[in-house]
């Protein structure tokens, strides 16, 4: 690793309050020393990372489950709105005009044109959601 | 899974939110948000799990979880444990790009000095929300921007500018550009991975300039291209021609997509200005917003160089620390005051 004094010495001097005793007693090169060969180890450890907790098709699979086991009508409209999207997105192939907000969802079932083109969803039927489950029994059975 | 772990949980997440009960925050969007988690809260503690299902057992501890998470990240956003300045700069360059109102930058401190990071669960995963929604008539209007920083360096004004960084994930995930772009260019998993960070950088770049390559290239000095991040000298490399106006592949395959997906430029978005106030040891007057986040490269420039001012005065490299952190600190702090103050000036 190359030394760099002055980006070193930026990390020597934020060190951690448990380092101040010591900085007191003179021992300022020993801990300078150690201190580059902690560097030394964590090299590619995190930095700058994101930690992403994609939504899953599991969880949209449930909520299928929900409607149709219990008729849950906020998840139906969370459909109907997918759906809409999805339609959409076959028609123009246009993937910057799909909302952001369930672009992995919409990207998912646009894979089955022959399923989400056929459906009105101004009058969605149960058959419907359990052709939506096929959707994503194919994605899951493919992840197992 | 047994029901009487899932009330252990429970009863480990009362004990968290009793802790929190008296947060004070600045920003009430945080209130708003933290009185939707006691509701929910109140909720999951009438339910009897006894009933339960094996899936609605998994659910509810996801959900118990989330809570967790939300009051961690709350309990550290507090009026005292903020870093108020650096979560102020990055706020006003969030609403550049979604002024929806509708998300909330909160942090968390940790002991790793490498751990800056950003987390999308608490701002982006809307099926959490859904399901709150729908099974408990919750709704949240607020979302939480979760980030990382070590806790030793949340007053560091030079090592925070990473943040901005983070902050660009945030953005390129909240409007899918890499995700767009990825899926109209037929990219791998690992290309993709790689366009998020060089956006990333360069997002961070049009209000930082190089000062976080400055910092990259330091803690990832020389690393080689891995399965999540491109090599460094890639990343710096790109930030280069982004801010010199020069043309690259990738860099161009951005600026094309990120007016697509967000109706918004990636262009030089800070105001360079002059170094010869904290040379005198006062603070800077900023009068705009781009010369807000250009103060961090006046930090970067003066740590970097030898500061005569500063020398005739036998200031230590402590001492120099210290003075350039404080300095930046104040700079953002009188701005934070005038714009209160000029908002409620009568004219």
């Not at chain 2, 070590?150 to 390129?172: I, R, T």
């Not at chain 2, 036998?314 to 001492?319: H, L, R, S, V, W």
Request: glycine content about 2%; charged content about 25%; hydrophobic content about 35%.
């Amino acid at each position: 690793m190359e030394y760099k004094p002055y980006l070193f010495d930026l990390f020597f001097y934020s060190l951690p309050i448990a380092y101040s005793k010591e900085r007191k007693s003179n021992n300022v090169e020993y801990f300078k020393e150690e201190l580059l060969e902690i560097y030394k180890l964590k090299i590619g450890a995190m930095y700058f990372a994101v930690n992403q907790d994609i939504q899953n098709i599991e969880t949209y699979s449930s909520f299928l489950n929900e409607i149709l086991n219990s008729g849950n009508t906020y998840y139906a409209n969370l459909f109907r709105e997918i759906i809409e999207e999805t339609q959409k997105l076959i028609t123009s192939n246009d993937y910057y005009s799909v909302s952001s907000k369930r672009f992995a969802i919409v990207k998912h079932l646009s894979q089955f044109p022959e399923i989400i083109t056929t459906i009105d969803i101004n009058n969605l039927k149960k058959e419907d959601f359990d052709r939506l489950i096929a959707c994503f029994d194919k994605h899951l059975s493919a992840a197992n | 899974m047994s029901p009487e772990l899932v009330t252990l949980h429970l009863s480990q997440l009362q004990k968290s939110i009793e802790k929190s009960k008296t947060n004070k925050y600045a920003d009430s969007r945080k209130r708003d948000y933290h009185d939707n988690i006691l509701k929910l809260f109140d909720e999951l503690n009438k339910i009897d799990f006894l009933g339960f299902s094996a899936d609605s057992l998994v659910l509810t501890k996801k959900i118990i979880d989330f809570c967790f998470v939300s009051v961690e990240f709350l309990d550290n956003s507090t009026l005292v444990n903020i870093p108020h300045e650096i979560v102020y700069c990055l706020e006003k360059a969030l609403n550049e790009w979604d002024d929806t109102n509708q998300y909330i930058i909160v942090t968390s401190l940790h002991n790793d000095l490498n751990c800056f990071s950003f987390n999308t669960l608490l701002s982006l995963n809307e099926t959490y929300y859904d399901i709150i929604k729908a099974v408990f008539s919750i709704s949240f209007n607020h979302r939480l921007i979760q980030i990382n920083l070590p806790k030793y360096l949340s007053q560091d004004y030079l090592a925070n500018v990473v943040l901005y960084h983070e902050l660009g994930h945030f953005v390129d995930l909240r409007y899918q550009i890499t995700e767009k772009l990825s899926t109209a260019l037929n990219l791998s998993e690992t290309e993709r991975s790689y366009y998020g960070e060089f956006f990333s950088d360069i997002f961070a770049s049009q209000y930082i300039g190089e000062a976080s390559n400055y910092y990259l290239d330091y803690i990832a000095y020389n690393d080689p291209d891995s399965l999540s991040h491109p090599s460094t000298n890639s990343r710096i490399e790109i930030v280069h021609k982004f801010l010199s106006g020069k043309s690259d592949k990738i860099l161009d395959d951005l600026k094309d997509a990120t007016p697509k997906s967000t109706g918004k430029e990636l262009r030089n978005r800070r105001n360079v200005i002059s170094d010869a106030d904290f040379r005198n040891f006062i603070p800077t007057i900023l009068n705009s917003e781009e010369e807000l986040h250009s103060i961090f490269e006046v930090g970067w420039s003066l740590w970097q160089g030898k500061i005569s001012e500063f020398e005739v005065k036998n200031i230590t490299k402590y001492e120099k620390y210290q003075i350039l952190n404080n300095l930046i600190e104040k700079s953002i702090s009188n701005y934070m005051i005038l714009e209160k103050w000029n908002s409620y000036v009568p004219y």
